[in-house]
């Protein structure tokens, strides 16, 4: 399996507070069957500010220790990218880390509000679409509006978005609203990957093992294989130097 949505840079945002605590997550999913990690840390302005330059700095320590520790996870990084009117700039500028390639496209994981879809954001999709800009949605199970109103995630799927879903969100950890919401759009097939969005070990431990097991009941062993490896390997083999 490979996880592309995982809070494991030690420090810089809400996820692994410390290194060893990273190399706790990581080993936990090497237990489950995880082959490699991209590293996504919080790029939400006004909260986690975060970089370039911060996350690669903290993505040398976890690299070097990970290679000390003798884990055989691969290990590569992106970032999870709150939606923001700065958005078209930063993808300007160069300034935004993505999770690699799909359909000739760079693949931007982009977090909506837990509450709402943002006035603007289909328009936001279209202009990253028009410069091979392709958002993935990442857990849009866990949106309040979504929640109340499933259908609006069908915008997102016509637009061409890739949508992530979260392994511990169809296991309930989320919260009955998201586990139904999920277990309904694993049933439809629109999720184009699974991701564990983990942050610590006792709080949200990764749980990518578990939720495979459970898409295969809900669906079949294609679908979990699909979406939890043969996609997440197309689009981060871009990051394989």
């Not at 760079?106 to 289909?122: F, K």
Request: with cysteine.
């Amino acid at each position: 399996m490979i996880d592309l949505h995982c809070h494991i840079l030690a420090g810089i945002d809400d996820g692994a507070k410390s290194v060893d605590e990273a190399l706790a997550l990581i080993a936990l999913a090497e237990q489950q069957g995880v082959s490699r990690m991209v590293a996504t840390p919080h790029i939400h302005l006004g909260i986690f500010d975060n970089n370039l330059q911060t996350i690669n700095t903290a993505y040398a320590v976890l690299a070097d220790a990970v290679m000390q520790s003798g884990l055989s996870v691969e290990l590569f990084t992106a970032a999870e990218v709150r939606i923001a009117p700065e958005i078209p700039l930063f993808i300007e500028q160069q300034k935004l880390p993505f999770l690699g390639r799909y359909n000739n496209h760079d693949v931007l994981l982009l977090e909506l509000p837990s509450s709402h879809i943002p006035a603007g954001t289909d328009k936001l999709i279209n202009w990253l679409l028009a410069r091979n800009v392709l958002p993935m949605i990442a857990h849009p199970e866990r949106n309040r509006e979504l929640q109340s109103h499933p259908e609006r995630i069908n915008a997102f799927v016509q637009a061409g978005c890739l949508l992530q879903l979260t392994a511990s969100s169809l296991l309930g950890d989320m919260g009955a609203s998201a586990k139904y919401l999920s277990e309904d759009w694993i049933k439809q097939r629109i999720y184009s990957i699974v991701a564990s969005d983990c942050h610590s070990i006792k709080r949200r431990p990764p749980k990518m093992a578990e939720a495979i097991q459970l898409i295969t009941e809900l669906t079949a062993v294609d679908y979990a294989e699909q979406i939890s490896t043969v996609t997440p390997k197309l689009i981060s083999d871009a990051l394989v130097i």
